[in-house]
């Protein structure tokens, strides 16, 4: 069983910054393939950006340029650093883990709302 806790979420403004976190639990986290999806009302959760446990990275056309994703492995935790946001970025903001050979595991999401 793997958990997962996201935070760094909040409002801001057009043209902004934030950084999320996701703390993870496992002695593997090394091993995870770790993602970013997000789900706008009325709208399907989509992929944001993942790191594989290479540390490969791949991101949705939407964020490229201005998102970044990373980890940290001694922390257990991945980040996604958000600059230059936009309106249409505002969405709840989910965490998901793949580790090796097993089924994938969820945060319960953190709220980013852009708006002036």
């Known amino acids: 069983q793997v958990q997962l806790v996201e935070s760094g979420g909040g409002l801001v403004q057009p043209g902004g910054s934030l950084r999320l976190s996701c703390a993870a639990s496992?002695?593997?986290?090394?091993?995870?393939?770790m993602g970013w999806y997000r789900q706008a009302p009325g709208k399907q959760r989509e992929l944001v950006a993942r790191?594989?446990?290479?540390?490969?990275?791949n991101y949705a056309d939407s964020v490229k340029g201005r998102f970044t994703i990373s980890r940290d492995n001694a922390k257990n935790t991945v980040y996604l650093q958000m600059n230059s946001l936009k309106p249409e970025d505002t969405a709840v903001y989910y965490c998901?883990?793949?580790?090796?050979?097993?089924?994938?595991?969820w945060g319960k999401g953190t709220l980013v709302t852009v708006s002036s």
């Open positions: 496992g002695s593997i986290f090394s091993a995870y393939w």
């Open positions: 998901n883990a793949l580790p090796p050979g097993a089924t994938d595991y």
């Open positions: 790191i594989t446990s290479g540390g490969s990275t």
